[in-house]
């Protein structure tokens, strides 16, 4: 089973600013089978990004992802009051599994 | 428009089995393409998938669960079912249905999700 690990745990940051999520897999992944999810507190989790780097129907274009083999970022380039929020990457193999997530909090 | 839908009981005791329905509309469960997945919550803490089920393809369970879990689907009420034998108070946890692309593998609606606890 691949183990997805996310860095860092929690990222304190102003309104504004650039936001750098990373990802790491125990072992190369397909691309095209990576996506990232963020969560508002009580909210069910919306998909951000799949196959890596394609952003899902509705999303802003301040969320970019990009990376492959082991290594996957999430990148926000401008910090909106909306953002700060959980965020998971999440691997779609015979077992998908998710990262444990990182919290964005408003520094 | 997708959406989807959790519906059971919000109490459940330990050793007792959990059936929780998801309703689906927006998208056909006959869909090649698309299928369904439970995946939990427990409070505070990570996403966890259970299973997948897809109608031209069958089930597929998490290896740690899958001796508990059995998911099936009535197409004709567009609903599917996950069924969750020898319930424990580490089960506790909110239960998400959602829709899953199998090109790309990932989760692209959720239900709401419904907590589900398990005590005495």
């Known amino acids: 089973e691949i183990v997805l690990t996310q860095s860092p745990g929690t990222l304190s940051l102003s309104p504004g600013e650039r936001a750098t999520l990373s990802c790491r897999a125990s072992q190369s992944v397909t691309s095209a089978h990576l996506a990232w999810y963020q969560q508002i507190p009580g909210q069910a989790p919306r998909l951000l990004i799949y196959?890596?780097?394609s952003r899902a129907t509705g999303i802003a274009d301040r969320f970019s992802g990009s990376g492959s083999g082991t290594d996957f970022t999430l990148t926000i380039s401008r910090l909106e009051p909306e953002d700060f929020a959980g965020y998971y990457c999440q691997h779609y193999g015979s077992s998908p599994t998710f990262g444990q997530g990182t919290r964005l909090e408003i520094k | 428009q997708v959406t989807l839908m959790e519906s059971g009981p919000v109490l459940v005791k330990p050793t007792e089995t959990l059936t929780l329905t998801c309703t689906v509309s927006g998208f056909s469960l006959s869909n090649v393409r698309m299928g369904v997945s439970w995946i939990r919550q427990p409070p505070g803490k990570a996403l966890e998938w259970l299973g997948n089920i897809y109608s031209n393809d069958g089930e597929f369970y998490n290896p740690s669960l899958k001796s508990r879990l059995i998911i099936s689907e009535d197409t004709s009420k567009s609903q599917v079912v996950l069924t969750m034998t020898n319930m424990d108070p580490v089960d506790t946890a909110t239960y998400y249905c959602?829709?899953?692309?199998?090109?790309?593998?990932?989760?692209?609606?959720w239900g709401p999700g419904t907590l589900v606890t398990v005590s005495s």
């Open positions: 959602t829709r899953i692309d199998r090109w790309f593998g990932d989760f692209d609606y």
């Open positions: 196959n890596a780097s």
